[in-house]
């Protein structure tokens, strides 16, 4: 019996319909490797492994990653989009209201979509997105100026 592995990022691109370059699979990784980056700071982490990278060229990227499946984009109200690389479960996050930290929560019941509408108005709903808004510990439990 052979043991499965892991497909590589190349691999993954590849089985997305990508084209595979430099930049695609360390867009791809910085996103796995982060926690709710933001362009800038993926950016920052791509040209920390390639070299130059123009930002329209991270957009363009991570763009293409979010369309083929392999990243998730975050859009909180009020704040820069996110990414990220759980991807395929449906979960939820949780928004620090004070610092801006992004937690993952799983579902909140059930299965995809999690919630159920009141009143689904004849959409098939596959997905729910759910933000969970507060304080974190640290915030909650930090002196007021």
């Not at 984009?73 to 996050?93: I, K, M, Q």
């Amino acid at each position: 019996m052979t043991a499965s592995r892991t497909p590589t990022t190349a691999e993954e691109l590849r089985g997305a319909g990508l084209r595979v370059t430099a930049a695609r699979v360390a867009l791809l990784e910085a996103v796995r490797d982060g926690d709710h980056l933001g362009a800038e700071s993926i950016a920052s982490e791509v040209r920390g492994r390639v070299g130059h990278i123009s930002v329209q060229a991270v957009y363009e990227g991570l763009h293409a990653l979010t369309a083929a499946g392999l990243i998730r984009r975050l859009d909180p109200p009020g704040s820069p989009a996110l990414y990220e690389g759980r991807v395929g479960d449906n979960h939820h996050h949780l928004v620090c209201r004070s610092c801006g930290t992004v937690a993952d929560v799983d579902c909140a019941v059930g299965h995809a979509p999690c919630l159920t509408a009141s009143d689904d108005r004849g959409f098939a709903v596959d997905e729910a997105e759910v933000i969970y808004w507060g304080l974190c510990p640290a915030c909650s439990t930090a002196p007021s100026s």
